[in-house]
């Protein structure tokens, strides 16, 4: 053909091709993997299968989460699409398959794989007690047609009593004879069909409780309660232990290693003890029981001091002296001086007592002549007392445990404070305050003292003087020399911080007590925070007097938060001034004014305690009293929840020919009335068991004063205003000054 008729032709071919003539297009490569989802148990196999379209080319290569071939984490898959599952699940169990064109490596295709086991135990971990049962099931996800398990414990079918017994439906009971297995127990279901296929729980066995019986007695105080404790029914041989909120020894009692139980001879703090059983090598669960402890006979057991006083000064009737009670019922011995009386102590030769589950109680003394008491216990170491001396007259007073120190000789300073007359005709009231130094040689090396003498103030008088040691029964002697008296005195050691004392010659009948000091030089600085008080005496215009307040001292120089009550009146404001006038013995003075534009005045010494013993030394009272530190930052109602033993000392109505001592026992409820029973000693009789209806109106929280009104139909202070000065969570200085009675003492914590 010649060159321009090809032409030609190729030309027409080009333009009959492009006018539809023919087709040259390619199709779309595919993949697809089959199956599209497996579920594969550890070490088993999955055959993958890749279908690639649409080319000749049908090569594909595998890959296991974007890794060419897998690894020994997520599994392995061969060339063919042989993929082999992990030996161990991994974390995330479900792992992507995938195929990928060798035609077009943009292609590709997944199948997803969940790796499971081939038995599941549901379920997987579980505690149970001793004795108990836990159903367990089993899931069998192998394809084999035979779901069905056999179960184990601990590697033995069915288990064994030691370490739990299966059932064939996976019931499993923990062992139940005691000291039971405890720890991690392995319950096991094995596949029937593949007995290499087999899954695990863990059940952890909780030791059984101890049970311990009898469960919550009720105790008198010194009383015996055996106690026995069984585990699974089996009695046991546990460690028993007693704990209540006290840390005083003895406190909670006590118990033997056999379970025997001797309860404290008074009522802990919330009057509970917990009793608790435990197993030292853990075998059992330890358990507690709680014994509530009330006030018996066995709270008054020892040796204690005693002082009571008749709360007319010029009356000048007190005694004191060291009584013990057998804890049984019976006065066994004691001693006691009469002011006024240098005779000698005088015999105690027995006598009885009783008291009741509130602290409430009476005895009958044996002397040269009986003496009948009203007693209330606030625990084993304190109580009030309220009593008629051989002639009927009213006196009141305290009991302290005795406590002697190892050494019976004085040594070094002590705050002294003394109520009582001045013999004569009339006989005249005087209050005493001071600090005199004791060395145990026998000397009374120096002393400070402050006088009210009928209300002439004394103040700053020197004095020296002699004292005895302190015999088996804590009693000695002690004399004092000064410009303004010649004193001679029987003590009674209470403790190493306290002693009580009984002025015995005829001059000066009277009262008191000398409390150690702290260690000196003082400073206004070291007198700083809250204070309550409460004096009593008697007035300038004859007749009673008592007041109750709190002050707070800056450390500097004034006195502020000032709230008095007395003689029906109530000051409260922030003026009144104080100092210290002498850096040896403490002595300190405060100033303020009342309503009626007086100023008052006042000498006060410190003790050990924190507190101070003050003297009035003005011309308005003749009048002493105890300032007690305030340490409890917020008081409220919540303080005053609870059981209290309650003194008061006064008169009814007010008058000096008409004293009157009230022992008693008070609870109260926060939201709810407060409630008491009051035993009276008032002209020359008790009345015993007078129940005292009150409501709590409030107590400050910046000044720790409360306030409650006493109902009218009460039988005990009917009508009357009860003032509540709280020191601590455990003391209260009362005060009641209303239209006809004006009383004041002080309250203990019971339970």
């Not at 899954?199 to 311990?212: D, E, G, Q, R």
């Not at 534009?597 to 003050?614: E, H, K, N, T, W």
């Not at 009048?623 to 303080?639: D, E, F, K, R």
Request: include cysteine; proline fraction near 5%; hydrophobic fraction near 40%.
């Amino acid at each position: 053909m010649k060159p321009a008729a090809l032409a030609v032709a190729c030309l027409l071919l080009i333009v009959a091709s492009a006018c539809g003539g023919g087709s040259s297009s390619t199709a779309t490569i595919t993949v697809s993997v089959t199956p599209a989802t497996a579920t594969v148990v550890p070490g088993k196999t999955q055959q993958f299968t890749a279908n690639v379209q649409n080319t000749s080319n049908t090569a594909v290569t595998w890959a296991v989460n974007g890794v060419s071939g897998g690894n020994s984490t997520t599994g392995t898959i061969s060339g063919s699409g042989l993929y082999t599952a992990p030996d161990t699940i991994p974390t995330t169990p479900n792992v992507t398959v995938t195929a990928t064109s060798a035609a077009n490596t943009t292609i590709t295709a997944s199948a997803s794989v969940l790796i499971e086991a081939a038995v599941t135990v549901t379920p997987a971990t579980a505690t149970i007690a001793a004795g108990q049962t836990l159903q367990f099931s089993a899931t069998v996800n192998t394809t084999s047609s035979n779901k069905n398990v056999t179960w184990q414990v601990n590697g033995v079918g069915g288990g064994n009593s030691t370490t739990g017994t299966i059932s064939s439906s996976g019931l499993y009971t923990a062992p139940s004879t005691f000291p039971v297995t405890t720890g991690n127990i392995t319950v096991t279901a094995v596949s029937l069909a593949d007995p290499t296929q087999k899954a695990s729980a863990t059940v952890t066995i909780s030791a059984p409780p101890l049970v311990i019986s009898p469960t919550a007695v009720t105790l008198a105080g010194g009383a015996q309660q055996p106690f026995t404790a069984t585990a699974l029914g089996q009695t046991v041989s546990p460690q028993w232990s007693v704990s209540c909120p006290s840390t005083a020894p003895g406190a909670c009692g006590s118990i033997t290693s056999g379970g025997v139980f001797t309860a404290p001879v008074s009522p802990p703090a919330g009057g509970v003890v917990t009793i608790t059983a435990s197993m030292a090598d853990g075998s059992a669960a330890p358990t507690s029981t709680t014994a509530t402890i009330q006030v018996s006979n066995a709270t008054l057991s020892g040796a204690y001091v005693f002082e009571l006083s008749n709360p007319n000064l010029l009356n000048g009737q007190a005694e004191g002296g060291v009584i013990t009670f057998d804890g049984g019922g019976k006065v066994i011995a004691g001693t006691f001086d009469v002011a006024g009386n240098a005779s000698g102590p005088v015999s105690i030769t027995g006598g009885t007592y009783q008291l009741g589950t509130d602290g409430r109680g009476s005895a009958t003394i044996q002397a040269s002549s009986a003496l009948q008491w009203q007693l209330v216990m606030a625990s084993h170491n304190q109580g009030f007392i309220s009593a008629l001396d051989s002639s009927g007259n009213t006196l009141t007073g305290t009991l302290d445990l005795q406590q002697l120190p190892s050494s019976t000789t004085l040594q070094g300073n002590y705050a002294m404070l003394l109520r009582g007359e001045i013999a004569g005709s009339p006989a005249q009231a005087f209050a005493e305050a001071g600090s005199l130094a004791a060395n145990s040689g026998g000397s009374i090396t120096s002393a400070t003292l402050d006088f009210n003498n009928h209300l002439v103030a004394s103040t700053n008088a020197s004095a020296s003087g002699s004292y005895t040691a302190a015999s088996a029964s804590g009693r000695g002697t002690l004399a004092l020399n000064s410009t303004t008296a010649n004193q001679s005195f029987a003590y009674y050691v209470v403790d190493a911080n306290r002693l009580k004392l009984i002025e015995v010659d005829s001059a000066r009948p009277a009262w008191g007590e000398l409390y150690t000091q702290p260690a000196g030089p003082f400073s206004a600085a070291a007198f700083k925070g809250r204070y309550a008080l409460t004096m009593a005496g008697t007035s300038s215009a004859g007749g009673p007097f008592a007041m109750g307040g709190v002050f707070s001292l800056d450390g500097s120089v004034s006195i502020f938060n000032r709230v008095l009550d007395g003689v029906n009146q109530t000051v409260a404001d922030q003026q009144g001034a104080y100092s210290v006038t002498d850096v040896n013995t403490g002595r300190t003075t405060l100033t303020w004014n009342v309503n009626h534009g007086v100023a008052l005045q006042y000498a006060a010494y410190p003790r050990s305690d924190g507190g101070f013993f003050i003297l009035e030394t003005d011309a308005s009272a003749v009048a002493a009293g105890v300032v007690l530190p305030q340490t409890i930052t917020s008081p409220s109602l919540t303080t005053l929840a609870g059981g209290f033993a309650v003194v008061l000392s006064g008169f009814e109505p007010i008058s000096l020919s008409n004293p009157e001592g009230l022992t008693g026992q008070f609870t109260y409820t926060v939201g709810k009335s407060l409630g008491g029973t009051l035993d009276v000693s008032a002209n020359g009789a008790f009345s015993a068991g007078l129940a005292l209806h009150a409501t709590v109106n409030t107590v400050d929280p910046n000044t720790g004063r409360g306030t409650a009104s006493v109902q009218s139909g009460s039988a005990a202070l009917a009508n009357g205003f009860l003032v509540f000065y709280v020191v601590d969570s455990n003391r209260v200085l009362v005060l009641d000054s209303d239209g006809s009675r004006i009383v004041s003492g002080a309250m203990l914590r019971q339970f």
